[in-house]
């Protein structure tokens, strides 16, 4: 199933998407989680229900007449991974690494598909990421690789944006990925169950239309199973988490002379069998405000 939280005229809720239209699964049940992390929190019960609609209900509301949000909007963790395709690696000038990189971004970074991600006054070196994201579906703590898929609730595109000169000014990465609306993630989770395998597709990012990443999944360094067991030796992870788990060769600040992103420009990232994950840059506001 591809699971969207959107928003029309009678509120926001989850929806199953078909084609280019939508199950509400709202209308299905009033009672059903209209938020994703208390959707997957339910486990069985609530996921026997979407099967359910996904089964017998019309889809009748057009994707075209409404909003979709960040198919998990307020994850309590998000977890990413830097310098995880080889190519990658290469154009960073950096040493292959005998660990996972992990950094994190706070959830003010998620925001969803065709929201506008905000070019901050601070920086000119904007720069965009084009990632597979992983949704964790249920609580898991000290898992094995074999069994770490079986704690994924499914999969989405994400573009894990980068304030490179922040990025760089220390050696932590944290602060340079933590601006509001630089983790765009969607346009929805595409439950596990319809990607055979997560390390065989491919993944795509185009700036205004022009190809800029073009790689496949199975490049992936530390593989989905790998991350999820670190993290779980580390955490417990639990329903709605996302992890980011790295981009390929292609990034702006690597290219001669480097491209970063202004105003106006659309970057789009496209996995297969995830659809395409769109968003524009706008210039952000910085009137100061305390509420
Ligand atoms: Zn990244």
Known sequence: ??????????????????????????????????????YLSHGDTTGRKAKQANREVEATIPL????LHAPVEDPRKIFCVGLNYADHVAETGRDKP???TWFTKPPTAIVGHDANVL???????????????????????????????????????????????WQFRSPQFT?????????????WLT??????DPHALT????????????????????KIEHLIAELSAVMTLEPGDVIFTGTPSGVGVAMKPPQFLKAGDT?????????????????????????
């Open 1 to 38: 199933m591809k699971l969207a939280t959107f928003e029309d005229d009678k509120g926001k809720r989850l929806g199953i998407v078909k084609g280019d239209m939508l199950i509400d699964l709202s209308a299905f049940d009033p009672t059903f989680p209209t938020d994703m992390i208390t």
């Open 119 to 165: 070019k901050p006054a601070v920086s000119d070196m904007i720069d965009y990421e084009a990632e597979l994201v992983v949704i964790i579906g249920h609580r898991c703590r000290h898992i094995a690789p074999e069994d770490a898929l079986n704690a994924v609730a499914g999969y989405c595109c994400g573009n894990d944006v980068s304030v490179r000169d």
């Open 203 to 222: 993944i795509e990012c185009r700036v205004n239309g022009a190809v800029r990443q073009k790689s496949n999944t199975e490049h992936l360094i530390f």
């Open 175 to 187: 602060i340079g990925k933590s601006f509001d609306t630089h983790g765009p993630i969607g346009p």
């Open 267 to 291: 970057v789009e990232v496209e996995i297969a069998g995830l659809g395409t994950l769109s968003n524009q840059m706008v210039t952000e506001d910085v009137t100061p405000y305390v509420k």
């Open 64 to 67: 075209s007449s409404v909003t």
């Open 98 to 100: 005998e660990n996972a």
């Open 191 to 196: 439950t596990r169950d319809e990607i055979a």
